[in-house]
C-alpha cells in the first residue's frame, strides 16, 4: 500500500543523505521525496512516499525513527490527510489545439503561466492521481517537459506533526 | 583561556576518562598528535594498520563495557578502520572513531588524502558527525561519547578537519547533553510486561532465548535470577554466551546454525518463547517459515526496530533488558502463581532426551590433534575464566560449543559481521584493559594472517597474550561448506605456502609453539600459560577435515540440522 510520511528532522548537512542512504541500504522503495525549511528554521519538513506492506512500513518509520537526526515523523496515511502535489508541464500547441489545450487546463482547475506562440505551460496542484489524470488526458505528443514537486501532506483537522 | 582544537580534543577525552587511544597518526591528525605527546594520561597505543585499532578499541569496549576510542587519520586511514566500524556496528558495540580530514578549505577539492569519511562511514555507524568550526568540537565529542553508549550501543564517528584543530575557542566540557531528537527508552512498558509474565506462566513447554542485548545490558545476574526461578530451560546466541553460566543445568547450549540438538529442538518445540536482547538472526532463527511454529513470543530489546523484524512476536516490550528484567522479577515474586510443575516436568524429560543424543560427541581417540579437544584442553587448563577472543570461522564455532563461559564479557567474537582479522586486535584491547587476566586468542591460520602485523605492537606493549592457532591448512568453514554443497569442489580454501609460524613469532620476538599430537596439547597449553611476559603463539596443527556439528544448513528449519 502507499504511505505518505511525514518527517521533522534536523536542519543539518547530511540529514537528507541518512534517510535516502536508509533506503536504498534496506530496498525500499521511495516514489517520492520532498525537502524545506519549516517556519523553524532548525527544522526540516520532509515528505517521502512509500509502498509496501504493512510490516515494511512498521520497519521503515521504526527504522527512520532511530536515525538520530529525526524528530519526530508521521504516517500521513494512519488518518484523514490531505496531500498535494505540484506539477509544471509544458506543451507544444499551435492552431486550434490550442484552444483545446486551454480548456482541458480549465477542467482540472490548472492555470496557464507561460504563453509562447507555440507553447502553454500549465501549473496544476493536487493529489498525485488527478495530476495523472490530466497527463493522461493529453496527448503524449504534445507534452514537451513535466516537472513533478513530489507529494507533500497534513493531517486533517487538529492533529498536527510538530515538535 | 583559548585552547586550540588539539588541546580541546585532548581535554575532551581526559574529561570523558578514557584510557586508551588505540590509533596511527598522519597528517591530518598531526596536531592532535603533538598535544597527546604533551600529556601522559591517556595512553596512545600505536596498532601496525588501522583496521586493527577499530578493533582494539571494540575489545576494549566489550570486555570492560567502557566505550573504545580510535584515532585514525584521513583518507586510507579513515577506510582502513572502516571494517572496525562496521564490526562494532554489527555487534552493537560502543566506540567513538576520530578521523582526521583534510582543512575545510580543501574539503571537496580531491585533496591528498581526502575522503568523504562521513559519507563513506553513514551506512555502518549509530551516527556520525563533520565538525567545522572549533565551537562545536567540544559538544560534538561530548555527544559522540552519549549516542555511542546510550540505548542500543553502537560506533559514532567524529571526522575533524585539520584546521580545526589548529583554531582556537574557549573550552568547557558539557557535563551533562540532551539531543531533542535522540531519547532512548528508559524503561518497558508495565501493562506489556504483565502480559508477558501471564503468558509465561501459563506456559507448558517455555524457552528462553537470550543474546548480546543481556551482556551489553549488564543484565546477566536479573537473567540468571530469572530464568532460575521459573525454571526454564535456556538457550544463549553466539553474541550472548556467558549470559547465563553455561555450566548450569538449565543452559541447553548455544542455538543457532551450529547451535546443540537440545537447543534447537527445544526452539522449535516451545510452546512460549521469551527472547531478551536477541534480533532473530538468520543464523539463529534458519528458515523463518519454519521458526518456533507453535511458540508464542515474548520479545525485550531496548531498539524498536529489533522487535517484529523477522519474527512477528505476540508480546513485544521495549526498554533495556536489566530495568525489564527487574520489574519481571518484582512482579514473580509478588505473584502467587508458579509455572505448571507438571508440564515443565515433562518437558525437561523431553530436552534430556535430546541431551543424550550427546550433539557435540567427537573422535576422543583420533591420531590426530581434534580442535575440539584442543578447545575442552583450553577450557580446563584456564579453569574456564579466561577472556577468549576469536576470529571467524569452524575455530570460532569450535570454541563457541567447546568453552563452556560462565560470565558475560569473556567472550568476544565478531558474530554480526564475521571479520576474519578480529580476534588479534580484540585481544590487544581485552588485555591493556585487564593486564593481569589470561587473554586467549582462538584463531585460524586463515584468520590470523588478516591482522598478522599486530604481534609486532603486542610486541611494542609487552602483551602477553595467548594465541591458540587451530591450523588445518583449509579455510575450513568454506571447506566445510563445499564438502556438504559443492560436492567436494574445494575451491580456492586450501591454503598453500602458509609461513612457519612458530618462525613468525619469533621474528616479532614472542614464542611459537607447534603442537602435532593429541598427547602434546594439555602440556603446551600449560606451558604457555605459564608465561606471563610474552605473547605465545601456539601452532596447533588439527585434523584437516574435522567438521562443525550440528549444522542447521542455510535456508532449513531449525529442526533440521546435520548431525555427526
Known sequence: MRHIISILMENEAGALSRVAGLFSARGYNIESLTVAPTEDPSLSRMTLVTTGTDEIIEQITKQLNKLVDVVKLMDMTDGPHIEREMMLVKVSTVGAGREEIKRLSDIFRGRIIDVTDSTYTIELTGTSSKLDAFLEALDKAVIVEVLRSGVIGIARGEKALRI | MELTGAEIFVRCLQDEGVEYIFGYPGGAVLHIYDELYKQDKIKHILVRHEQAAGHAADGYARATGKPGVALVTSGPGATNVVTGIATAYMDSIPMVVFTGQVPTSLIGNDAFQEVDSVGITRPCVKHNFLVKDVADLATTIKKAFYIATTGRPGPVVVDIPKDVTAQRTEYSYPKEISIRSYNPVAKGHSGQIRKAIDL???AKRPMVYSGGGIVLGNAAEQLTELTRLLGFPITNTLMGLGGYPATDKQFVGMLGMHGTYEANMAMHNCDVLIAIGAR?????????AKFCPNAKIIHVDIDPASISKNVKVDVPIVGPVDTVLKEMLKLLKDDPRRPDAAALKAWWKQIDEWRAMDCLKYDRASELI?????IETLY?????????TSDVGQHQMFAAQFYKFDKPRRWINSGGLGTMGFGLPAAMGVQLAYPDETVVCVTGEGSIQMCIQELSTCKQYGLPLKIVNLNNGFLGMVRQWQEFFYQGRYAMSYMESLPDFVKLAEAY??????????????GALREAMRIRDRLVFMDFIIDRTENVYPMVPAGAGQNEMILV
Not at chain 2, 581434534?370 to 584442543?374: R, Y
Not at chain 2, 580446563?380 to 577468549?388: E, L, N, P, R, S
Request: proline share 5%; glycine share 12%; no cysteine.
Open chain 2, 200 to 202: 509465561m506462566l501459563s
Open chain 2, 280 to 288: 532473530f538472526d538468520d543464523r539463529v532463527t534458519g528458515n523463518i
Open chain 2, 370 to 374: 581434534k580442535p575440539q579437544f584442543v
Open chain 2, 380 to 388: 580446563k587448563v584456564t579453569d574456564g575464566d579466561a577472556f577468549v
Open chain 2, 509 to 522: 620476538g614472542q614464542i611459537g609453539m607447534r603442537i602435532e599430537k593429541p598427547g602434546d596439547v594439555e
